[in-house]
């Protein structure tokens, strides 16, 4: 077995987390049951490059359970939890991830699992399906990539069109179960919860300013609103501009923006959302925080060239230090908010992710010679999954007569 993780000894807590979620992981365990007679894992090699908590970890145990051999690292050093790592290591899962990794660990620990040649990859975001074509000699045995996020979709997708993708690749985030559920109320909830842990402040009554109105900024800025903060949007689509107006946000470019906000919140998936221009005009004690997939949504480079080197007021919020007796403060380094500093999204809301993950799996694996291309998830998992939870929740629906 092979690892490289920071501290095995942690495993007993990280377990203890993996356990918890588990339980309440009721897609995942009933298409566990459905999968385990199938044997479609059974010897086969899956890769995952994903944010490496409990609720993935969980999944990375049940593909191990149905028969595979797991490979796993995190696609995002600021979101990876060390004591669930240690947990999956001590489990004989190969896991190479530790929080703060630096870039050249982080694309060495890639390189570590790609080599494993994977019949199938659980992808988050795209780095590992881009090594894999940087690295074509790893891909002698896959049959497919699962990408989780909108980023890695939109690489994929662009890949695709310009006729370069060597894989077949299935989009799960377009499917129905995850982006309404997991980008809207998923990232909308855990953005919150990671903010109140943060600072323990309260959201009621701050303006908070919502980067980007697409599934994970309306969820963000719906969930706002409820706890009675007074919401701004800030958008380049006009469509979704209008649609953020008529759910009575306010909406603005973000050079006015910048002025009235309290807590600012980059859900784009796009670079330097936030910067010097829009910092000069931000209040003392604003607080910035990005919820997209990479770390780069705000110019943290150039709130350092700034400000200076910032005060670690402590954990994850940073304090820099600007003219004018002015502070801003900075959440989690900039990395993505709900699972760098919170407990990522709730569970409920990952499991039917997850169960999409494992049925998509499941269908590459059993079509080892798809074409290479993107796909969608084919809608019969995609209705698999949100009936199982329906039926999990005990809900019944009519039929179309
Ligand atoms: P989306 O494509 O539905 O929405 C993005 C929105 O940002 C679009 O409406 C677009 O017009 C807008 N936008 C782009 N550039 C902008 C700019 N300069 N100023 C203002 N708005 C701008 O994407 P979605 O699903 O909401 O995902 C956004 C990001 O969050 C992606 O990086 C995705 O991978 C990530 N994500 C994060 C999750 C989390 O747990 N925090 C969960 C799911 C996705």
Redesign the pocket.
């Known amino acids: 077995m092979k690892y490289c993780i920071h501290d095995i000894t942690l495993a007993e807590t990280g377990q203890q987390k993996i356990d918890w979620v588990g339980k309440w992981m009721k897609v995942v365990n009933r298409l566990v049951q459905k999968f385990d007679k199938e044997k479609i894992f059974q010897e086969k090699r899956v890769a995952m490059c994903i944010h490496l908590e409990a609720k993935t970890a969980y999944l990375a145990e049940v593909i191990q359970k149905l028969g595979a051999e797991v490979w796993i690292t995190s696609s995002n050093s600021l979101s990876t939890k060390d004591d669930v790592c240690a947990a999956l290591a001590k489990k004989g899962i190969h896991v190479f991830a530790k929080h703060g990794a630096s870039e050249k660990e982080y694309w060495s620990y890639i390189d570590a699992i790609t080599a494993s040649k994977p019949h199938a990859v659980v992808d988050d975001g795209g780095d590992m399906c881009r090594y894999l074509h940087e690295h074509p000699d790893y891909t002698t045995h896959l049959c497919g990539i699962c990408e989780e996020?909108?980023?890695g979709v939109s690489r994929a997708k662009h890949l695709a069109a310009t006729g370069s993708l060597k894989y077949p690749s299935l989009g799960i985030n377009d499917a129905l179960s995850k982006?309404l559920f997991?980008?809207r109320y998923?990232?909308g909830q855990s953005t919150w919860t990671a903010f109140a842990h943060l600072t323990n402040m309260s959201i009621s009554g701050k303006c908070v300013v919502v980067?980007?109105?697409?599934?994970?900024?309306r969820g963000v800025a719906t969930i706002a609103a409820g706890m009675g903060a007074d919401v701004i949007v800030?958008?380049?689509?006009p469509w979704?501009a209008l649609e953020a107006k008529m759910e009575g946000c306010r909406v603005m470019p973000m050079r006015d923006a910048a002025k009235e906000g309290d807590i600012f919140i980059t859900?784009?998936?796009?670079k330097n959302?936030l910067r010097p221009e829009h910092f000069k005009r931000m209040k003392n004690g604003a607080f910035l925080a990005n919820?997209?997939?990479?770390n780069y949504e705000i110019d943290v480079e150039g709130l350092k060239k700034m400000a200076g080197n910032p005060v670690k007021v402590h954990d994850d919020i940073e304090e820099f230090p600007l003219e004018a007796n002015r502070s801003i403060y900075l959440l989690a380094q900039g990395g993505?908010i709900?699972?760098a500093g919170g407990l990522g999204?709730p569970v409920e809301i990952l499991d039917l992710s997850f169960g999409l993950q494992l049925a998509s799996l499941h269908y590459v694996l059993s079509h080892p010679n798809l074409k290479p291309g993107y796909y969608p998830v084919p809608r019969e998992i995609d209705e698999l999954v949100v009936k199982e939870r329906l039926l999990a929740d005990g809900v019944s629906i009519d039929h179309a007569n």
């Open positions: 996020t909108t980023t982006y997991d980008n998923g990232t980067a980007g109105y697409g599934w994970c900024g800030t958008e380049i689509d979704k859900t784009t998936g796009e959302i919820a997209g997939h990479f993505i709900n699972i999204h």
